[in-house]
Every structure is written in C-alpha cells, then in structure tokens.
C-alpha cells in the first residue's frame, strides 16, 4: 500500500535550517508527483513545492519562494524540503503527498490534486 513518511522536524532558533524527509513506499516514485504542505495552528494547509518525476520540474507557491527547496532521490525513493532562514510564522506540521496517478506536465501546490498523505513532522521555530 502506499506509504509517506516524513521526518526531520523539531525545534529550531529562529534563522535556522532544517532538511524535512519523506519517505515512500508502495507506488512508483520515479513517475509521480510529489508535494510538501504545511498546517499551521488554526489555518488551512498550505501548498509548499511539489516534484514531478525530477529535480528538473518543479513548482513553488508564490510565499515559499527563496527559502524553500524541494528536491527528491528517486534511487531512495526520498523528496526532501529544505528551509532555510527560518521564521517563528513557519511553525507548523508539515505534510508530504502525492497524486492517486502519474501526471504529465507541471504539478501544483494545490493540496486537492493529492491524495495519499502522510502523518506529518512538527516544526516549531522558537527562540
């Protein structure tokens, strides 16, 4: 079945970094789209970066620009987000997902375009 896994949150001074994780299983990673989310207390979650297939095609949403990178190890079967600079505003869970299909073309931060999630990893951001 299929699997997500992320890991690599915790608590970090404001301007640090972290490198989050997701782990994955039970799908063909090499052709799918894969997506970074967050959830901060009392919003709406929030579309990141996706992957589609390689490091060459991906998609940013407008407020991650320049902090944020999505890269993904498609022999680990691994994306990664990096973010740097962190701000205590970045304090969140933060998901990965992926598409029921594979896609052709340019994937979307749009959180309705994904449907298997994984359980999150904590970032806090504190000082």
């Known amino acids: 079945q299929v699997q997500l896994v992320e890991s690599g949150g915790g608590l970090v001074q404001p301007g640090g970094s972290l490198r989050l994780s997701c782990a994955t299983s039970?799908?063909?990673?090499?052709?799918?789209?894969i997506g970074w989310f967050r959830q901060a207390p009392g919003k709406g979650r929030e579309g990141i970066a996706c992957?589609?297939?390689?490091?060459?095609?991906?998609n940013y949403a407008d407020a991650a620009q320049g902090r944020f990178t999505i890269s993904r190890d498609n022999a680990k079967k691994t994306v990664y987000l990096q973010i740097n600079n962190l701000k205590p505003e970045d304090t969140a869970v933060y998901y990965c997902?992926?598409?029921?299909?594979?896609?052709?073309?340019?994937?979307?931060?749009?959180?309705?375009?994904?449907?298997?999630w994984g359980q999150g990893t904590q970032v806090t951001v504190s000082s």
């Open positions: 039970g799908f063909r990673f090499d052709d799918r789209a």
């Open positions: 997902a992926t598409r029921m299909n594979r896609l052709v073309g340019a994937c979307r931060t749009d959180a309705s375009d994904y449907f298997y």
């Open positions: 992957s589609n297939r390689s490091d060459r095609n991906t």
